[in-house]
């Protein structure tokens, strides 16, 4: 390689070996610029350099007009990209650090209840009833239509058979333990619920399609 070569590749600077830039979208010219303006000691001078750099900023990033309070955004940028060590007096505060910032808090779901999505709000609602009742046989009657309505709701929404025992499980969890059925007592059979099942969905097919007599 000829020496003239040589020197001017030995000479070159590249990108690979410079700091890592805040922002690239304003590219290494203005973070160049900005770290020119952290040195200036005036502080009303630097206050017109960093103006000026935000100009800059602007005409680089045509859509920021239309961004929500873009001003502000540019003069945050203008702090990120000086590492937060620029002290002007600018229109707007510097933006938090990011270990200041908190973020945004934390979003807090109500849990609304213990039961499956597939049993529906009305099992809460007899549920609720069926507590506020005094106990008796009114009341072991109501948990046991509860009982059979959790039974149809499963088979309805899942595939396969259940077994009475997790019925009765889960009536007492979503019920706080307050309502129960003695294991002697036999639910509805899976079978009758699957074959009413059955014969409800073929009669909706039917009725699709079936033709109208004219």
């Excluded at 010219?29 to 770290?35: D, G, M």
């Excluded at 270990?99 to 945004?104: A, K, L, R, S, T």
Aim: aromatic share 6%.
């Amino acid at each position: 390689m000829p020496e003239s070569i040589a020197s001017a590749h030995e000479g070159l600077t590249y990108n690979s070996r410079r700091p890592d830039i805040a922002i690239p979208e304003y590219g290494r010219v203005v973070h160049e610029l900005i770290t020119h303006c952290v040195t200036i000691e005036d502080r009303e001078e630097r206050t017109k350099c960093a103006t000026a750099i935000v100009s800059v900023m602007r005409t680089l990033v045509p859509g920021s007009k239309e961004m929500v309070d873009h001003e502000e955004k540019l003069w945050g940028h203008l702090h990120v990209m000086s590492n937060w060590q620029l002290d002007i007096d600018g229109p707007f505060p510097p933006p938090a650090k990011p270990e200041e910032d908190p973020g945004p808090e934390r979003l807090t779901y109500t849990q609304l209840s213990k039961r499956p999505s597939f049993y529906g709000r009305i099992v809460e609602e007899l549920i609720a009833k069926a507590k506020a009742m005094p106990e008796g046989e009114e009341r072991n009657a109501l948990s046991m239509m509860i009982a059979n309505l959790l039974k149809r709701q499963y088979l309805t929404w899942n595939k396969g058979a259940v077994e009475d025992p997790l019925i009765r499980a889960q009536l007492r969890e979503m019920s706080e333990g307050a309502l129960d059925v003695p294991a002697e007592v036999e639910l509805v059979s899976s079978s009758e619920i699957l074959k009413s099942k059955r014969k409800t969905t073929n009669n909706f097919r039917n009725n699709r399609g079936g033709k109208r007599k004219r």
